[in-house]
């Protein structure tokens, strides 16, 4: 399977822990994206890497959210100290330059 | 700043049949690119239909078809013959034309129903 891939697809955590989510793009694409998505709403922009450059970030994202891309390939997304508004899906997606988004089958994070 | 909105949270079509789902967009572009995508329940949201808005004909794929009207601002998706595998939610996204940024704005989706 050469698509985008997350994991874990879901995450249960009390609040105040930390979580990490992985994705690894189409091994082709430059660019990675992560949103976040909750229910009944469509994908809201967090942060976007061209290659391992994170080169936007949105101002929904937090000082408690961290996303890298240490080598241009796969990207981690983590939550510090996470609180219950965080509980939401989280998706990734990947392109070839600011071409058609393909998107991975998200991570759900519940925030007890 | 573009937006994107989709007046209608839920529709639903009898098997068969057919259903249009609206979309409207806010820009001062005069060309980009827009998008319908499906989001099946617990799995991946994937590309439906494109369009570009520099051209005028509506684009089609097989079943799927959209009624572009530039100057209305308005990007609607018909999808003929509806099939159960077409229940999903369905988000239209506006994208700007450049590659730099963040380029693409979803709208809030519309939740098809297909009744059998």
């Known amino acids: 399977d050469t698509g985008v891939s997350q994991d874990p697809r879901h995450k249960i955590t009390k609040r105040g822990q930390n979580v990490t989510f992985r994705c690894d793009p189409i091994?082709?694409?430059?660019?990675l994206y992560w949103y976040r998505q909750t229910l009944g709403q469509g994908p809201e922009f967090l942060t976007y890497?061209?290659?391992?450059?994170?080169?936007?970030k949105s101002r929904l994202l937090s000082d408690r959210f961290s996303a890298e891309r240490p080598k241009g390939s796969f990207s981690t997304l983590e939550i510090q100290r996470t609180e219950q508004g965080d509980s939401a899906m989280y998706l990734c997606?990947?392109?070839?330059?600011?071409?058609?988004?393909?998107f991975g089958e998200g991570s759900r994070l519940t925030v007890l | 700043a573009q937006t994107v909105t989709q007046s209608q949270p839920e529709m639903s079509v009898q098997e068969a049949e057919t259903v249009t789902l609206s979309c409207t967009y806010d820009?001062?572009?005069?060309?980009?690119?827009l998008f319908w995508y499906k989001q099946p329940p617990s799995r991946q949201m994937i590309l439906v239909i494109r369009?570009?808005?520099?051209?005028?004909q509506n684009a089609t794929e097989n079943r799927f078809s959209v009624n572009f009207q530039k100057a209305a601002k308005s990007f609607s998706l018909k999808i003929s013959d509806s099939q159960l595998g077409d229940a999903a939610m369905y988000f239209c996204?506006?994208?700007?034309?450049?590659?730099?940024?963040?380029?693409?704005?979803f709208g809030p989706g519309t939740r098809l129903s297909v009744l059998p």
């Open positions: 369009q570009e808005a520099y051209k005028q």
């Open positions: 996204a506006y994208r700007r034309i450049d590659n730099y940024g963040q380029n693409f704005v």
């Open positions: 997606a990947s392109s070839l330059g600011g071409g058609e988004l393909f």
């Open positions: 890497f061209q290659n391992e450059a994170q080169l936007e």
């Open positions: 091994s082709e694409h430059n660019r």
């Open positions: 820009t001062s572009e005069s060309d980009y690119y």
